[in-house]
């Protein structure tokens, strides 16, 4: 899934799923509203697939970037590094953890 479009009332909003996600809260909450509301089903198990697998990556990335971290002495620099890496990983990964349960809080109903 390339694009999400939500079709709604008065128009339509289209997100580019891997520009868009993850998002903060404040504008997750905007959009689970929209994809909630005016989604199919099977438009959700899609984006949410999308979504699991993107936050598979964040997972698979701070584990590579924890394992090269312990690679050097504890105050170099390149540890230094690729612990700022998994840090910043580790904020998106959360964040798409979050966009998820969003969207998976607010089904049809």
């Given at each position: 899934?390339?694009?999400?479009?939500?079709?709604?009332g008065?128009g339509y909003?289209?997100?580019i799923?891997?520009?868009f996600?993850?998002?903060?809260m404040?504008?997750?909450?905007?959009?689970a509203k929209?994809?909630?509301q005016?989604?199919?089903?099977e438009t959700?198990?899609?984006l949410?697939?999308?979504?699991?697998?993107?936050?598979?990556?964040?997972?698979a990335?701070?584990?590579m970037y924890?394992?090269?971290?312990?690679?050097?002495?504890?105050?170099?620099?390149?540890?230094?590094?690729w612990?700022a890496?998994?840090n910043?990983?580790?904020?998106?990964?959360?964040r798409m953890?979050?966009n998820i349960?969003l969207?998976?809080g607010?089904?049809?109903?």
């Amino acid at each position: 899934m390339e694009r999400l479009r939500i079709e709604y009332g008065t128009g339509y909003m289209e997100l580019i799923v891997e520009a868009f996600f993850p998002c903060k809260m404040p504008a997750m909450r905007k959009a689970a509203k929209l994809i909630n509301q005016y989604c199919s089903d099977e438009t959700r198990v899609e984006l949410l697939s999308e979504l699991r697998e993107m936050a598979d990556g964040y997972k698979a990335l701070c584990e590579m970037y924890t394992d090269k971290a312990e690679g050097f002495p504890v105050d170099s620099l390149e540890r230094r590094h690729w612990r700022a890496q998994f840090n910043k990983t580790e904020v998106l990964r959360k964040r798409m953890e979050n966009n998820i349960r969003l969207i998976l809080g607010g089904g049809k109903g």
